[in-house]
């Protein structure tokens, strides 16, 4: 029985959609319809049908937007945080969570996970919270277990010491790699076949960071490659290499079959 859900927090890279700077096609669609805006990559695992209090969750990183994605899913507590990397996009809401260690869980450090150098460039930036946060260097092809589910930590191509986690229920294998260039060859083997592929897809059209992110079509074609029967799109910038909004994208996606997907703040499925 799949008794876990999966929730995509947020869905983006960088810089959002919209974009407070920005008026292309595809910021003016967001805001015209909130629920294609996108807030910055992150993601949660929490089991199913428990009271909230009871309810074990662990989340993947702390983005900027973290305390208006916490709300919007209706979250009171946090159990572990795992990090891939120590960017601002995906680290810069983990000031929420001091007042979650001083005021709920009374003082008792929050587990986070990172690997060594991303711990030291999040500790760089955080420092004063040093106090509130119980951290453990994961070492790559790690496994971590919380609440059942396994979480293995696979290098991938972007800033030294980025993971993508392998998430294993007793059901489904998916992989979660929200920035990636191509993947390592230990890390596609590690990930050939899974039930779900949610993976950067930055760039649409033109890659011109092709060491560090994939465009939707390498997105596509390397989950196609790997045989993932799913392939979530995340990371999405919307605005480069050139706008596409959301309906022009998945009228694209239809080629496809229903088997690629585009993710959306908010939605949860279970694994
Ligand atoms: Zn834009
Ligand atoms: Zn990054
Ligand atoms: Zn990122």
């Not at 959609?17 to 629920?35: G, H, I, L």
């Not at 969750?57 to 990090?83: M, N, S, W, Y």
């Not at 079509?217 to 790997?226: F, K, W």
Request: with cysteine; proline share 7%.
């Amino acid at each position: 029985m799949k008794d876990h859900l999966f929730t995509f927090m947020g869905t983006a890279a960088g810089c959002g959609v919209p974009s407070f700077f920005c008026d292309c096609p595809a910021c003016t669609e967001a805001r015209a319809d909130p629920t294609l805006a996108r807030g910055d990559c992150g993601v949660m695992i929490r089991r199913a049908g428990l009271p909230e209090a009871q309810t074990p969750t662990l989340l993947i990183d702390t983005p900027p937007d973290a305390r208006h994605q916490l709300l919007r899913e209706g979250v009171r507590h946090a159990d572990e945080v795992l990090f891939t990397h120590c960017h601002f996009d995906h680290i810069g809401g983990l000031g929420e969570y001091e007042y979650l260690v001083g005021l709920v869980r009374g003082g008792q450090p929050l587990p986070v996970y990172a690997s060594p150098a991303a711990r030291d460039g999040i500790m760089a930036e955080f420092h004063y919270m040093d106090y509130c946060l119980d951290f453990t260097a994961l070492k790559p092809f790690a496994t971590h277990e919380f609440d059942g589910v396994r979480y293995t930590a696979l290098p991938v191509t972007h800033a030294p010491g980025t993971y993508g986690y392998l998430i294993e229920t007793d059901e489904v294998r998916l992989f979660y790699a929200s920035d990636t260039g191509p993947l390592p060859p230990e890390t596609a083997r590690a990930v050939a076949g899974v039930d779900i592929l949610a993976m950067d897809a930055t760039f649409w059209k033109r890659n011109w960071n092709a060491d560090a992110h994939h465009s939707v079509q390498e997105c596509i074609e390397e989950g196609l490659a790997l045989e993932a029967n799913t392939i979530y799109l995340t990371h999405l910038c919307m605005h480069y290499d050139e706008p596409i909004t959301y309906a022009e994208l998945t009228d694209y996606l239809k080629r496809y079959d229903g088997r690629v997907k585009v993710a959306l703040d908010g939605m949860t499925f279970p694994i």
